[in-house]
């Protein structure tokens, strides 16, 4: 892996972003770099503030998004989340891979901002198998689960827009899935 651009990791909640991310974080130390993204959703138990995301008020978020700090931001699940420029500068200065785990709105955005980054979504193998996970994670209510289970569809017709991906990877055996992830990074 040589000079890379920038990440972009797109899927449905609960398919496995966070999940592959965090061993190409682990195989690779210290060539990748996390964007810290802000949300207003609240912390679940074990989530650090300024590590998993920054966890903000609404009102705070809302200035900082007017001011100009933000380079996408999208309503999620009913609750905003962004990647502030200060996120990717952060990962840049420590001379990292920037990789980004942030919707398919998010990712119109950054497709059309200067960063020339590297597209990928990731697919559940199906919805029954992707209600099973975002269940079995154990970190959602059921009203929560519902709305990013309906959600997930129109992520997914992203998918059929040629070109927007760079790769679509199913992440169905994870150790594949994995190795598809490292083979389109390798490839850009
Ligand atoms: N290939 C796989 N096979 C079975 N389980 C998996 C696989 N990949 C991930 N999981 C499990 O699915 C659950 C959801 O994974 P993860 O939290 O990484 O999803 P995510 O896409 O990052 O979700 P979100 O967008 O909500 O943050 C976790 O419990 C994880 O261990
Ligand atoms: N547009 C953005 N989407 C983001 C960002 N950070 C995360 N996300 C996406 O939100 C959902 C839900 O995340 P969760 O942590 O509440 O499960 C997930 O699919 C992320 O990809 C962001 O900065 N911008």
Same mark, same amino acid.
């Given at each position: ?55 903000? *008020? +609404?009102?705070?978020?809302? $200035?900082?998004?007017?001011?100009? %700090? ?6 999620? &699940?009913?609750? =905003? ?64 689960? *519902? +709305?990013?289970?309906?959600? $997930?569809?129109?992520?997914?017709? %992203? ?6 991906? &760079?790769?679509? =990877? ?19």
């Amino acid at each position: 892996m040589s000079k890379l651009r920038p990440v972009v990791m797109c899927g449905p909640s609960g398919v496995g972003k966070g999940t592959l991310i965090n061993r190409l974080m682990a195989d690779f130390p210290g060539r990748f770099g996390f964007s810290v993204s802000h949300t207003t959703r609240a912390p679940r138990p074990g989530e650090e503030d300024g590590v998993h995301y920054n966890f903000v *008020q +609404k009102a705070a978020m809302e $200035a900082d998004i007017a001011a100009g %700090k933000f380079l996408e931001y999208a309503h999620v &699940h009913e609750n =905003i989340y962004g990647t502030s420029l200060a996120a990717v500068e952060a990962v840049a200065q420590k001379g990292q891979v920037c990789v980004l785990d942030i919707d398919v709105q998010g990712a119109e955005i950054v497709k059309k901002s200067s960063l020339d980054a590297l597209f990928v979504f990731i697919s559940p193998p199906s919805m029954e198998e992707l209600e099973a996970r975002l269940r079995g994670r154990g970190t959602e209510k059921e009203e929560s689960i *519902q +709305k990013r289970l309906a959600n $997930a569809a129109g992520e997914m017709a %992203k998918t059929k827009v040629e070109g927007f991906f &760079h790769a679509v =990877i199913v992440n169905d055996d994870l150790d594949r899935a994995y190795g598809e992830l490292k083979t389109a990074i390798d490839a850009q």
